[in-house]
């Protein structure tokens, strides 16, 4: 008998980022976070160029990124070549944003999103984006977001509306 958790249902993924090139850096939508008791943004980052990318989660007061501004520090993971490292890595120093190294390996970088911890709940702010910082048109970012929600149903409230 298979144990009682379901990704879909429980962690559903969302999608920030599609992959493409990365030269000028680039800003996903803003998702809500007001029924999450934890998210995480998982980010992937393929190398081509010995390019840094820098990896900013912001947040704002609504999905249309209203007030953005950067969260504070959180806990981050990094993988820095998943050919030779199983996900998600290594623990990092806490952080508002994470850079990747210059080496040309394909990497994976974790967020974990605590709302009431690194984001300004009081005043609103209930969304999160991804921002990718100026690096290569080589390097090719991804990114999805996991959240886990406040309460399980089968369809739980979509991350795309307020």
């Not at 029924?35 to 980010?43: C, F, L, P, T």
């Not at 969304?127 to 309460?151: D, M, P, R, V, Y």
Request: some cysteine.
């Amino acid at each position: 008998m298979g144990r009682q958790f379901s990704l879909p249902y429980q962690i559903p993924p969302t999608a920030m980022l599609a992959p493409a090139a990365d030269a000028a850096g680039r800003t996903s939508g803003y998702f809500s976070l007001k029924n999450a008791v934890k998210a995480w943004i998982v980010a992937h980052v393929n190398q081509g160029n010995a390019a840094t990318v820098q990896l900013t989660p912001l947040q704002a007061k609504d999905v249309s990124g209203t007030s953005s501004k950067a969260i504070t520090a959180t806990p981050i993971w990094s993988n820095a070549d998943t050919a030779a490292i199983a996900a998600p890595g290594a623990k990092q120093t806490d952080a508002a944003n994470f850079t990747t190294s210059a080496a040309v390996k394909d990497k994976i970088v974790v967020f974990e999103i605590v709302p009431e911890q690194c984001m300004d709940v009081n005043n609103g702010f209930v969304s999160i984006a991804l921002q990718t910082g100026a690096s290569n048109a080589a390097n090719i970012t991804a990114a999805e977001l996991f959240i886990l929600g406040s309460f399980e149903q089968t369809s739980p409230p979509s991350p795309l509306t307020n």
